[in-house]
Nanobody
Framework: QAQLVESGGGLVQPGGSLRLSCTAS????????MSWFRQAPGKAREGVSC????????NYADSVKGRFTISRDNAKNTVYLQMNSLKPEDTAVYYC???????????????WGQGTQVTVSS
């Protein structure tokens, strides 16, 4: 069955970097837009970034623009989120998701991962 598995989360100091990975199986990864979401304790889930199926288009939330970079490797069925200059307010559980349309990447997703914790603290 379809599955998304995130990895790469952890504890990092403010100003540090992490790279999240999300590996897909059980569906045709290369035809899906991929997105990253996050949810902090007591807050609503928010869309962080998304990338089109071929990787030519990307989108970022204003809060992470210039610090985070999304990319994908369709040969490896994997999407990445490179996070630089991390701030305490980036602390959250990060989820990846797969959806049929890049234009609806934050609102229409078919498959979800289980999440990986990112904690930014000194």
């Amino acid at each position: 069955q379809a599955q998304l598995v995130e990895s790469g989360g952890g504890l990092v100091q403010p100003g540090g970097s992490l790279r999240l990975s999300c590996t897909a199986s059980g569906f045709t990864f290369s035809v899906y837009a991929m997105s990253w979401f996050r949810q902090a304790p007591g807050k609503a889930r928010e869309g962080v970034s998304c990338i089109s199926s071929g990787g030519s288009s990307t989108n970022y939330a204003d809060s992470v623009k210039g610090r985070f970079t999304i990319s994908r490797d369709n040969a490896k069925n994997t999407v990445y989120l490179q996070m630089n200059s991390l701030k305490p307010e980036d602390t959250a559980v990060y989820y990846c998701a797969a959806g049929p349309r890049y234009s609806a990447c934050y609102s229409m997703n078919t498959y979800w991962g289980q999440g990986t914790q990112v904690t930014v603290s000194s």
